[in-house]
Each structure stands twice: as C-alpha cells, then as structure tokens.
C-alpha cells in the first residue's frame, strides 16, 4: 500500500522542534531561522477577541489548511483592563470575558500546529475603541500617551506586570508558540506637528519584556516610505513594513535601513474597513493575487491583514479623524463589522482570496509540512422575522439606571465617579434638565462639537431630526458642526424636562499624538437656552451592561403610536438549534442591537452595514430576547438574513 504524501510528511511543530529546542526565530541573516532551520513566515491577522471563543479553533484550523504557518494578534489593554486595576484575562466577570482568555487562544493555536505573533500594544490601532487604550487613562491630568511620560508608564507597567508573564510562559524557546513579539504599533506615525516620536518610551518598553524574561524576536511595524525608521530602534528591533500594495519601495527600503536582516509586512492589507456613511469597501481578488505574490517572490515573509476580520462587538468599534485636526470636526466611526473583505469572511465563511492563498503559499513554500483538511463551512440560517413585543420609553429606561450624577455644568462621560472612579468608558449618557421653562421659539445652544451624536427631547417628545441620509451628519446633533443651534418649538412650556442623549460612537484610535484626546459627551462648552446657560444637570449613564440588560423591569405593550426618540422595543426568537444568522436592520433607522443581554453592535440607516452577524454561541435552544434600543424612529418586527448585506465599493488605498 502506498501512503499519501501528507500521511509522511512532518507536522509544523516536528519539524522545527525535533530533536530539541535550542533556539528562536532569529534574524541575525538576511533570512528567518527558527531552532536554526530556515522559515519564511506565512502568517495571517485573527483577533480573538473579535470572534467567539467557540469558533477559535475552527477559524485556526482554516488559516492552517490554507498553508499558514503562523497567526498574528494584538492584545486589547481596555478589554484586560476593562476598569482601573482590574483585570479581566477569561474569568474577570467583564461582559467580555468570554473572549479573553488569551493563554487559551495561543494554546488552541499551538494545538493546530500554528505559530504565533503577538502585538501586546499597549497601543494597537486596529480600528478599535481608543486604539485598545482603556479611556480611564483620560482622567489622569496631562497624561502623555504613547510617550516615556511617567504618569503613563505607571499604568503600562502595571498592565504588562499581568500580562507579559503570561505571554512568556508561550515563547517558542519554553514550548509554546510565539516567535515575535511586537513592541508599540506603526509608532512611526506619532510623527508630526512638532513631535519627534520617543524612543526612550520604546526602550522602556523593550525593558519590561526584558524583565519578564521574554527573549523572543522583538520587532516594530511601520511604513519605511513614510516614516523610515523613527518608529524602531535600529540595532535593536527589526522593523517590518506595512502597506497594501506595491511592497518593492518599502521592501527595498527595509534592507537600506537593516542590511543583511530578514524581509517582512508585518500588514498587508488585502482587504479594509468600513466607517459609517461610506459604502462597502473591497479589493479584487487579482490586486489581491498580484500584491500577494509579488511579496513572496521578493522574497519576503508576510502577515496577511486580515485573513480573518470577524466583529467588533459591543461599542468596541474604533473612529479615524480625516483631516489632521484636533477638534474632532473629521470624526469618522467604524463599522460594528470587521469584515475587512478578508480571505475569511466576518463569519468564517471561504472567499476566492483563500483559495488564492492556498495556492500561491503552496507555489512559493519549500517547506512542506502535513496541513489539516480544510473545515467545512458553517451553517447560516434566515430565521423567522418575529414581532416588537414590548417597548419601554425614555423615561422608563432612566428609572431603570442605578447611577445619577448631580453635576452644576456638563461634564465628559470619563469623569463620572462611576465604575470603582474609572468613569464611564462606553454607551450613552443623558444629561438631564428638570423644571426649565421654555419660551416659545427658544433654541439651544451646544458649545463645542459634540462627542459624538445627540438626541433632544423636550418632555420625551423627539426635538432633533432623525439621521435618515448620510447629509444629516452635517446638520445639528452631531460632531461636524461647532455651536449648534435647535429650535425647541413654538409652544411655551413652564417646568419641562430636557433631555440630551449623547453617544459615545467609538474613540479615535489612529493620527497623531494630540488627536487622543478622546473624551466623549458634552464637555468642550456649555449649554445655553437662548444665550443663557443651563445649570444644575442630573446625568444618567446608560452602559448597556450585560447584567442591567437582563434585569430591566417596567415594559410596556406598544403603544401603536410608535412615538420617534430614543427607546427600546424587545422581541422574543424562539428556535430548536442555534445556528449562525444576521439581524437585518434595514427597516430600523439607528441604534444598538441586544442578544440575551450581549450587545451585539450597532447599526444606522446610513450604512454601509445593513445587517449585524449573530454566531450561533450567543443564542440558545428555546426563547431568546433581542432587545433594539432605537434613536429615533423604530420599525415593528425584527428580520434575519442568511448573508451579510452592504453598499459595496471597489477601491484602492495606500494608508488609512
């Protein structure tokens, strides 16, 4: 009988461990070696903590039956340290626990014959809330990000005191499998108005490894062409370049820069992201096939990000600003879909780009490990469309919350003396004005841009215009305009109720040094009444917790009438075997979906996003309550779809 070429052939782990580990990836040649066997590194981006623990190993066992030899992900500071000093690394008891245990992940790695790289941050961009930082950074005075400030370093040292044993325990040399380890993220691009980036700040880092006994590769990631090498410390790290197309400028730049080193992308992006009002964005499998290729036969080692994008669930989506201002007037929030129009999809499904992977590392690799058979696709289902049951208005909802903060001024959500004085990270906060009397025609004034989206109501009668068409962002209620004036109506009201429902629609996490100062709310001036201003506040967070989520009492039958403002409406999906599906949100207008108490993400009208990836794990055999908290105008029924639905637009892009 003959056995089949992949029944002899060694598995990853056999063939760079066996007989013994003696040493790491180096890159003291101009090629990789691991335990002193040559390696090109065939790697692909997957965050954990964007996909459901239940389908790690699943969206693991893919990339390697692609022919992946490695995973790479950054590791969020504000997920592990969700609240100041308290750490969260799978059994903290955060709503996001389920996706943190990040020993668990490398390990699941490992077991499916995998390597890995780690971007511990503590800044990793990523289209994610604050660049992964935990906005209880904010309320430290001064504090200086990014930079050796010691004010800073105080909280990073703590952070990597609890993290980094971890990840040492996972180097290559002790058994496990991370060969690298990268210190910052494109630290390269602080550079500019006037600020040099700071190389102590990535010496103290390196430090902190050092102290915790990891001995592993250390490496940055920037673009050469644009930043050369500011953003490492030559002779120290070896600096990979990120791009996403045309990699020989940068590849050549790289070995001017590091003679005689090895050549890597730490990102190529095959793929980008979406923010909310642009329409879908996507690269063609034959840019993505040429740029591909013309990294391997450079050649060059390569990170594809991201081969898997999954979801940034919750309020963890991230926001760019466009145009190199610092008072938020370029504000862009990113989708709840991180799609990335990757080789896997946002739920793990093959696209032509991972068939093209498989053959071009195939064609290109002259190490020829076993690789698993390629899973099959996981099942999608369109369930029943099923009715709004219950609703609960505005001020059902404020007597639900257990928090409220007399304040004289408006303040931001950070400085609130909530969550152990960590303040308030995610979600909304109403800013509430009791017995005000109104003139006819009065109009209200916001000084300031708002941080970053509010609904006015005046005695829980919706005064703002609803954002039905992307235009609306330019009007009042939102962060583009300065100074913002509302009309409150034409009838005089004495002892009214005002409310302001702001939204925190995900923190700026890429630009330069000053553009992280992201509080969120009303607080860069005040309010005003026809020029007046408005004191003695009562402000009311609204975090969405997963605990608070499912104890809300005082639902009510709805009403018919369907009143426009914010409010929540729930619905009940009964179903016999959960399986993955998408809510469909195209008939809603904004807001915040609920799944047994998870916050799902978010969705609006404005798209590109239509419909929101619900994974099988979240829900449960029998009844199941989705809970919509809709901004403005609701619609009665809640519908699925068996695929993801956006406005998609081909393109090119050089950098975000």
């Known amino acids: 009988m003959t056995l089949s070429v992949s029944a002899v052939l ?25 335990n002193d066997r040559n390696i090109t590194l065939y790697s692909g981006a997957m965050h954990y903590f964007r996909v459901p623990k239940p ?6 066992r893919k990339m390697r039956a692609a022919g992946l030899n490695a995973v790479e992900t950054y590791i969020p500071w504000n997920l592990h340290e969700p609240e100041d000093g308290k750490f969260d690394f799978g059994a903290g008891g955060s709503d996001m626990q389920d996706f943190l245990d990040v020993k668990e992940f490398f390990t699941i790695a490992q077991e499916e014959d995998l390597l890995a790289i780690a971007r511990p941050g503590p800044y990793i961009c990523s289209e994610w809330e604050f660049g992964g930082f935990p906005s209880w950074l904010l309320r430290t005075k001064d504090i200086k990000v990014r930079t050796s400030d010691s004010k800073y370093m105080k909280y990073v040292t703590r952070y990597f005191n609890m993290l980094l044993p971890i990840l040492a325990m996972l180097q290559f040399t002790k ?5 690298a380890f990268q210190i910052e993220n494109e630290y390269g691009s602080t550079e500019g108005a006037g600020f040099v980036p700071d190389r102590v700040y990535l010496q103290q880092l390196v430090d902190l490894y050092k102290k915790h006994g990891i001995n592993g590769l250390l490496v940055t990631s920037d673009s ?50 979406d923010h909310w009002s642009e329409t879908h964005h996507t690269t063609s499998d034959e840019d993505f096939r040429t740029t591909y290729e013309q990294i391997l036969s450079y050649p060059a080692s390569v990170n594809i990000y991201m081969f898997h994008g999954g979801t940034s669930f919750g309020f963890m989506n991230g926001a760019n600003l466009n145009n190199g201002e ?27 780009k991972y068939v093209i992977v498989k053959e071009l590392v195939k064609k290109y690799n002259t190490v020829l490990t076993k690789l698993p058979v390629a899973p099959s696709i996981t099942e999608k289902v369109q369930y029943q469309k099923t009715a709004i049951e219950k609703e609960m208005l505005l001020d059902d909802i404020v007597s639900n919350l257990p928090n409220v903060v007399q ?27 009791d017995n005000i009397d109104i003139p006819a025609n009065s109009v209200l004034t916001i000084e300031g841009r708002i941080c970053d989206t509010v609904v006015v109501l005046v005695n829980g009668m919706l005064m703002s215009k609803p954002l039905i068409e992307q235009d609306g962002l330019d009007g009042f209620g939102f962060w583009r305009i300065k100074d913002g004036n509302l009309t409150l109506g034409p009838r005089s009201l004495k002892n009214a109720t005002l409310d302001l429902v702001v939204e925190n629609w995900g923190r700026v996490g890429y630009g330069l040094l000053y553009q992280f100062n992201q509080f969120k709310g009303l607080w860069q001036g005040n309010v005003l009444l026809n020029n007046e201003k408005i004191t003695s506040w009562k402000l009311y967070p609204l975090e969405f917790k997963k605990s608070w989520n499912n104890n809300l009492v005082g639902w009510n039958n709805p009403s018919g009438r369907w009143a426009p403002g914010p409010s929540l409406y729930k619905a009940t999906l009964t179903i016999k075997k959960p399986k993955d599906s998408y809510i469909y949100m195209e008939d809603w207008t904004k807001g915040i ?55 998609t637009l081909r393109m090119r892009r050089n950098h975000a």
Do not use: C
């Not at 060694?10 to 990836?25: C, K, N």
């Not at 820069?257 to 793929?271: R, V, Y």
């Not at 799944?595 to 979240?618: D, E, K, M």
């Not at 105008?633 to 809640?638: D, E, L």
């Open 10 to 34: 060694p598995t990853l782990y056999e063939y760079y461990t066996l007989p013994a580990i003696t040493s790491g990836l180096s890159a003291n040649q101009s090629y990789f070696t691991l």
């Open 55 to 60: 389908y790690w190993r699943d969206r693991l």
């Open 175 to 179: 058994g496990g499998p991370i060969v």
């Open 224 to 273: 050469p062409t644009a930043h050369r090498d500011v953003g490492t410390l030559p002779g120290v790290l070896l600096q990979t370049a990120n791009f996403g197309s045309n990699p020989k400028p940068d590849f050549d730049l790289l070995k001017q820069l590091q003679p005689n080193k090895p050549t890597m992308a730490m990102e190529f992006w095959g793929g980008w992201f």
């Open 326 to 352: 610092d008072d938020n007037s370029g504000y862009q929030p990113d989708t709840t879909s991180y799609d990335y129009d990757a080789p896997l999809t946002e739920s793990g499904d093959y696209t032509d």
């Open 407 to 433: 304040s004289l001024n408006v303040v931001s959500m950070e400085q609130l003396p909530i969550n152990n004085n960590s303040g308030q990270s995610y979600g909304y906060l109403i800013y509430r004005r």
């Open 593 to 647: 979906v609920i799944v047994n108490g998870f916050v799902l993400g978010r969705y609006s009208r404005i798209g590109p996003q239509q419909t929101l990836y619900l994974p099988a794990p979240f829900l449960r055999e029998g009844n199941n309550t989705i809970i919509v908290f809709e901004h403005y105008i609701p619609a009665k029924q809640i519908k699925f779809s068996r695929t993801a639905q956006f406005k």
